[in-house]
């Protein structure tokens, strides 16, 4: 009986194994296609990164170079347009190199130009359009967004996006300047309460900071005007 049990166990085995074998064969031609199709794909992620991308981030890097020093002499419109000796300007840079690091950051240079210039919906565009997650350039540029949209008259927006940025950089350089426009910004919607506890978030969480030194005059002002 245990030897007809051995018997039985190993036909199942063999019968098992033998269809196995029968669907190797059967799609042999697709399991391979399988698997060659993910080497394919994990060689052309490889390929795209080191051979197309990491060039392609060294030519932005040097087309950007010009326009960062006109952007530090506060020649915004030449920055952004480019000029008549082979600088292509923010705008062409963060086209032309889309999917680099430097295209993103030429996209927050060329907002912080418009908004130089006055042309908010312009700017507005740009600062939107970065991506980063840092906590010092992105808050920056949030905070500029921010005061692009109270230029715009979106002052809801403007008021969110200021909160957003001083949430995120969570510092006593960036956070309470962004706070105390965003308070600003509520008086003038007439918002004296919201007004009075985001100054307060000021006096509170940022004690050491500048603006924190003459903050009470601003809640004073506030708690008057809400009367």
Do not use: H, W
């Not at 030519?59 to 030449?78: L, N, V, W």
């Not at 007439?190 to 500048?210: E, H, L, P, V, W």
């Amino acid at each position: 009986m245990a030897e007809q049990d051995k018997q039985e166990q190993k036909l199942n085995v063999e019968d098992a194994l033998s269809l196995s074998e029968a669907y190797l064969i059967k799609n042999k031609k697709g399991i391979i296609g399988g698997i060659v199709a993910v080497i394919i794909i994990i060689a052309a992620f490889f390929a795209y990164k080191y051979l197309y991308l990491a060039p392609r981030e060294e030519k932005a890097e040097t087309a950007i170079f010009k326009g960062e020093e006109y952007f530090g002499q506060d020649a915004y419109e030449t920055a952004l347009n480019g000029d008549s000796i082979g600088y292509k300007g923010f705008i062409k840079v963060a086209n032309e190199f889309s999917g680099t690091k430097t295209a993103n950051l030429a996209k927050a240079y060329a907002g912080i130009c418009y908004a130089q210039l006055g042309k908010y919906s312009e700017a507005q565009k740009y600062l939107s359009d970065f991506d980063g997650d840092d906590q010092m350039v992105s808050p920056a540029i949030l905070g500029a967004l921010g005061n692009c949209y109270a230029q715009l008259n979106q002052l809801d927006k403007a008021v969110s996006t200021l909160q957003d940025a001083a949430k995120k950089a969570d510092n006593n350089t960036l956070s309470p300047v962004y706070l105390l426009q965003a308070g600003l910004i509520m008086e003038q919607q007439g918002k004296y309460a919201d007004a009075i506890t985001t100054y307060t978030s000021i006096k509170d969480k940022y004690f050491n900071s500048y603006q924190a030194m003459d903050i009470d005059k601003y809640i004073e002002r506030a708690t008057a005007l809400k009367k």
